[in-house]
T-cell receptor, first 112, second 118 residues
Framework: EPEVTQTPSHQVTQMGQEVILRCVPI?????FYWYRQILGQKVEFLVS????????KSEIFDDQFSVERPDGSNFTLKIRSTKLEDSAMYFC??????????FGSGTRLTVV | AQKVTQAQTEISVVEKEDVTLDCVYE???????LFWYKQPPSGELVFLIR??????QNEISGRYSWNFQKSTSSFNFTITASQVVDSAVYFC???????????????FGKGTLLTVNP
């Protein structure tokens, strides 16, 4: 069964450093998403991406965040200058026109 | 705005008991989807079911069953004869078109931690 692949599974970074989280969505999917889950809390929408542009973003997705689909297969989330409160599990998801969501297994980001 | 309420924060049962996890949602969309995901301690989100707002048929999959009632905006999940392996956090989620576009973002509830004791 097709999967959404996220790398790395764990990342530890120092406060103020830039971090890039990578995702390979399912190849024929058209819509791409990032979600975030702070430890012990609910999963929150960050951003959606369609047709090579952001279609919606949440209040969480401020200027420190950016997304990119650089080569037609990868879908990345960049955090420019990480803060302690960015520590969370980040989930990538993709979907096709008629299919449901498929989530990746997540990247656990720890900012120290 | 969309909202999902899972009023049960934690539930603890003994193996072989039946357990129902409640989910109540709010949306102005006429077309929407409801989901249940399981999150084991390893952290990934495991898809369990997606239900279209036009399909109110209840569904059964093995020990799992779902009761969708549009009249009460509820989408409850029942595990029959629970097992220790069912221990996890369960999330209910609502997906809609919001402003009318095709964005279809998901709004999650806060989750219910189910502990099944041997």
């Amino acid at each position: 069964e097709p999967e959404v692949t996220q790398t790395p599974s764990h990342q530890v970074t120092q406060m103020g450093q830039e971090v890039i989280l990578r995702c390979v969505p399912i190849s024929n999917h058209l819509y791409f998403y990032w979600y975030r889950q702070i430890l012990g809390q609910k999963v929150e929408f960050l951003v959606s991406f369609y047709n090579n542009e952001i279609s919606e973003k949440s209040e969480i997705f401020d200027d420190q965040f950016s997304v990119e689909r650089p080569d037609g297969s990868n879908f990345t989330l960049k955090i420019r200058s990480t803060k302690l409160e960015d520590s969370a599990m980040y989930f990538c998801a993709s979907r096709g026109d008629l299919t449901g969501y498929t989530f990746g297994s997540g990247t656990r980001l720890t900012v120290v | 705005a969309q909202k999902v309420t899972q009023a049960q924060t934690e539930i603890s049962v003994v193996e072989k008991e039946d357990v129902t996890l409640d989910c109540v949602y709010e949306t102005r969309d006429t077309t929407y989807y409801l989901f249940w995901y399981k999150q084991p301690p390893s952290g990934e989100l495991v898809f369990l079911i997606r239900r279209n707002s036009f399909d109110e048929q209840n569904e059964i999959s093995g020990r799992y069953s779902w009761n969708f009632q549009k009249s009460t905006s509820s989408f409850n999940f029942t595990i029959t004869a629970s097992q220790v392996v069912d221990s996890a956090v369960y999330f209910c989620a609502l997906g809609g078109h919001g402003s009318g576009g095709s964005n279809y973002k998901l709004t999650f509830g806060k989750g219910t931690l189910l502990t099944v004791n041997p």
